[in-house]
């Protein structure tokens, strides 16, 4: 099975779960990965070069996927928008571009580590998943773990990781800090505004994304 990995923090919790759930499966040995930033990742799972990876919401909408995503309840740090004149998408990313102009916010897009950087750095932006939660009292739905094959497997994934409280070891959190630039109490402050699992309330902010992106 070849899973496409995005190196985000937000997904940190996830790599350390899949870590130790690979030694004890029996399909250890087959898993393979391919990592990439978000954008990426949703061509190499369009083009099949990958089997299974969270990708952009506004891609998986006529994919398979499993009840597991990366999702905002209000605020969430690491998806903004710099407010400007001119409209600067994000190259990284493509659920995010969309929900800015969905949301009518002018400005510079920043997606993933770059901007929970700019975040802690204390700049003035507008917090893309706080102004939808603000609008429609949803939680936002960024991306969900899609495949293309390995049902029963993504199952027990999403079964295990969803009963499962992560615990990132020291030295995991250590390196993230160090490849980052970000410190390791940010990092864990961070990983608060991020949820996983695709509960009704997420669902129901996912589709009324799915049916306000048909506008654009």
Known sequence: MVFGKIEYLNLLPFHVFMKRFSRSSRESMTM???????????KLFERRTVDAAFISSIKAKKQRYAKLGIIARKEVWSVLV?????????????????????????GEVLIGDKALRYHLSGGPYIDLAKTWNDKYHLPFVFALLSYH?????????????????????????????????ISENDILCYLEKISYGLDKKAALGLKKFY??????
Do not use: C, M, W
Request: proline residues 4%.
């Open 32 to 42: 393979e990965y391919k990592s990439s930033v978000p954008a990426k990742i949703n």
């Open 211 to 216: 049916a306000l992106s048909e506008q654009f």
């Open 82 to 106: 710099i407010p400007q004149d001119d409209d600067k998408k994000d190259v990284e990313s493509a659920t995010s571009n969309l929900l800015a102009s969905i949301l009518g916010i002018k």
């Open 149 to 181: 094959k390995h049902h029963h497997h993504i199952k027990k994934i999403e079964k295990h990781f969803s009963k499962t409280r992560v615990k990132i070891p020291r030295y995991i959190l250590q390196k993230a800090s160090k490849r980052t630039a």
